[in-house]
C-alpha cells in the first residue's frame, strides 16, 4: 500500500512562494501518477498539478498554470510542488495523491489516485 507524507505548508503573504514536499513510499512497479489536490473550507476537493513517473508529463489547472510548477526525484520517490505569486484564494489544505498506473490521462480527477497523504495547510494572508 503506498504512503505518502506531505511538508512544506504554511503561513504566507500575498505575492510569496512555498515549496511543498510528498514523500512516498510503498511503490511495486516504476509507473505512477502523483496529483496535488487542495481542498479550501466549504468547497470540493481540487486537482491543482500532476506529474507522470517518468517526469516527462505534467498538467495544471487553469488557475495555477503559470505560478505552480510540479517535479519530482523518483529515485528518492520525493515528490515537490513550487508555488509562486501566492494569492488568498490559494488558501487551503493541500494533499498529495498517488496511484500505480501507465495510464495519465484525467490525472487531475480525484477518482484517479487511491492513495493520500494526510495533508498540509497552506494560507496566504497579508
Known amino acids: 500500500q503506498l504512503q505518502l507524507v506531505e511538508s512544506g505548508g504554511g503561513l504566507v503573504q500575498p505575492g510569496g512562494s512555498l515549496r511543498l514536499s510528498c514523500v512516498a513510499s510503498?511503490?511495486?512497479?516504476?509507473?505512477?501518477?502523483i496529483g496535488w489536490f487542495r481542498q479550501a473550507p466549504g468547497l470540493g476537493r481540487e486537482g491543482v498539478a500532476c506529474i507522470s513517473s517518468t517526469g516527462r508529463n505534467t498538467n495544471y489547472a487553469g488557475s495555477v498554470k503559470g505560478r505552480f510548477t510540479i517535479s519530482g526525484d523518483s529515485d528518492k520517490a520525493t515528490f515537490y510542488l513550487q508555488m509562486n505569486s501566492l494569492k488568498p484564494e490559494d488558501t487551503a489544505v493541500y494533499y498529495c495523491a498517488a496511484v500505480e498506473t501507465i495510464i495519465f490521462d484525467l490525472c487531475l480527477v480525484r477518482s484517479r489516485y487511491n492513495s493520500w497523504g494526510q495533508g498540509t495547510q497552506v494560507t496566504v494572508s497579508s
Open positions: 510503498g511503490f511495486t512497479g516504476d509507473s505512477y501518477l
